[in-house]
T-cell receptor
Framework: AQSVTQLGSHVSVSEGALVLLRCNYS??????LFWYVQYPNQGLQLLLK??????LVKGINGFEAEFKKSETSFHLTKPSAHMSDAAEYFC??????????????FGTGTQLKVEL | EPEVTQTPSHQVTQMGQEVILRCVPI?????FYWYRQILGQKVEFLVS????????KSEIFDDQFSVERPDGSNFTLKIRSTKLEDSAMYFC?????????????FGPGTRLLVL
């Protein structure tokens, strides 16, 4: 079974400041990890994913995340926040089960607010 | 860029009525999913579909729900007798591969309101 915990349902940063959104996972098998972003009244857009190559993963819009097995974490960061980054961010995990196509288990989401 | 599409974008229905939510996955994708998001809550897995059969379903996906890929392009979710608690945003997703290249692409969702 897999699960993710996102610490902080709401995060507020100033424009230009570092963005750090936290995600910890639990998985009985080696995980695949994802961050998705949801803008108001829109669907889910993939930001980045970890599947087993580099532990530091770069995504779209300047976001990156680092897989740390020892800490079971996959925190999302961006060096400098922009107003357009305001959205809800979801961390998700799936298991590495061969075949069948694995379901995503989502965290509860973190609403990012960017202030001037 | 190919994308997953869903229709309708919004649907209002009376309790007890049947609804069919439609999705057109990305062409040549092999795996298909439905998820839902009740307002203010997290996205929850409903069902996955591969090789013309359900590969996994959640506890939510009871006998009132069914999925179908009727014509090789559409992927539908049917709710036979809707309940108030079925009100949610329903997302369809599709994926080409399982494994290292695994990425699920989501549609924009159908907002279902049951009155």
């Amino acid at each position: 079974a897999q699960s993710v915990t996102q610490l902080g349902s709401h995060v507020s940063v100033s424009e230009g400041a570092l963005v750090l959104l936290r995600c910890n996972y639990s998985s009985s098998v080696p995980p695949y990890l994802f961050w998705y972003v949801q803008y108001p009244n829109q669907g889910l857009q993939l930001l980045l994913k970890y599947t087993s190559a580099a532990t530091l993963v770069k995504g779209i819009n300047g976001f990156e995340a680092e897989f740390k097995k020892s800490e079971t974490s996959f925190h999302l960061t961006k060096p400098s926040a922009h107003m357009s980054d305001a959205a809800e961010y979801f961390c998700a995990v799936s298991g590495r089960v061969t075949g069948g196509g694995n379901k995503l288990t989502f965290g509860t989401g973190t609403q990012l607010k960017v202030e001037l | 860029e190919p994308e997953v599409t869903q229709t309708p974008s919004h649907q209002v229905t009376q309790m007890g009525q049947e609804v069919i939510l439609r999705c057109v996955p990305i062409s040549n994708h092999l795996y298909f999913y439905w998820y839902r998001q009740i307002l203010g809550q997290k996205v929850e897995f409903l069902v996955s579909f591969y090789n013309n059969e359900i590969s996994e379903k959640s506890e939510i996906f009871d006998d009132q729900f069914s999925v179908e890929r009727p014509d090789g392009s559409n992927f539908t979710l049917k709710i036979r007798s809707t309940k108030l608690e079925d009100s949610a945003m329903y997302f369809c997703a599709s994926m080409l591969f399982s494994g290292e290249q695994e990425t699920q692409y989501f549609g924009p969702g159908t907002r279902l309101l049951v009155l």
